[in-house]
């Protein structure tokens, strides 16, 4: 089925800012993955005043390292020729790898502080990431930015608001099915004995894996160039090697690797 997207980006236009349809669905999926977060940290019984200070340091993290990754990785010539718009994070703009990269250093920081093991919170914040991450793919939606290649096939969306009558790939919703699946997944593996019946740091090297796996096939389909013409990957794939290789490197060891001494064991 061909869709027709002419969602205004606007909620609401009274007052000197506007409320636009992508801030409100950051703040949503914000709130929703702090609620994620905070049944993990009370299921595993961890401090809950932990949370409340990490939180900061968290959300500080998130949205520097989005918006810097944004303007760095993909658009460094349209932010430093405008340098007051890298400050309006509310219009979009917001790079999942930067904002891996700044979650990770935040929370590095928070555990240096205050003296925390690194992998003691990790997987239980790594429960709430797939659910903000949905809910900015949704917004990228609505702003008809981060979207796909036309299509000929019998899917796709026409984005009026680029002035377009021909279908593309809906890139954004792409995105946001595949971390709905991932949390579909999450949720099913919490059922099945939470963050602390597996090893350390599993559900942040799962994601690793899925998402940024994921993430490089759908780089397939997205109309986006910030590398010279020619070469073979885009941006985001090439971002998107280094955690997933992380990734793969943890599950050998940590399973096909004991698995295989355990299988060249001589038998009694």
């Not at 940290?41 to 993290?61: A, C, D, Q, T, W």
């Not at 990228?140 to 021909?166: A, Q």
């Not at 790939?169 to 699946?181: D, S």
């Not at 096909?256 to 064991?265: D, E, V, W």
Request: proline residues 6%.
């Amino acid at each position: 089925m061909i869709f027709t997207n002419d969602l205004n980006p606007i909620l609401f236009s009274g007052g000197p800012l506007p409320l636009r349809w992508y801030g409100l669905l950051f703040a949503s999926g914000l709130a929703l993955g702090y609620l994620v977060v905070h049944k993990a940290f009370k299921r595993n019984n961890f401090p809950l005043e932990h949370l409340e200070s990490l939180l900061v340091y968290l959300f500080i993290g998130i949205v520097l390292g989005a918006r810097l990754g944004e303007i760095l990785f993909y658009e460094p010539a349209y932010y430093f020729g405008h340098p007051l718009e890298m400050i309006k994070i509310w219009k979009g703009g917001l790079a999942s790898h930067g904002a891996a990269i700044g979650l990770f250093l935040a929370y590095f920081i928070w555990c240096r502080v205050h003296k925390i093991k690194f992998s003691k919170y990790v997987d239980s914040i790594t429960l709430g990431i797939p659910v903000v991450a949905m809910f900015v793919r949704i917004g990228n939606f609505f702003n008809s930015e981060i979207y796909g290649y036309p299509t000929n096939g019998n899917f796709g969306v026409i984005f009026k608001r680029l002035g377009e009558d021909f279908p593309r790939h809906p890139a954004q919703l792409y995105e946001a099915a595949l971390n709905l699946g991932i949390i579909a997944l999450f949720f099913f593996l919490w059922k099945k004995g939470g963050t602390t019946s597996r090893p350390p740091m599993f559900f942040l090297f799962l994601y690793l894996l899925l998402y940024f796996g994921g993430r490089f096939i759908l780089e397939i389909f997205k109309d986006l160039h910030t590398l010279p013409e020619g070469f073979p990957l885009s941006m985001g794939q090439v971002l998107s090697i280094i955690p997933v290789i992380l990734a793969l490197i943890y599950f050998f060891f940590f399973f096909f690797a004991p698995l295989k001494i355990s299988a060249s064991r001589p038998q009694k």
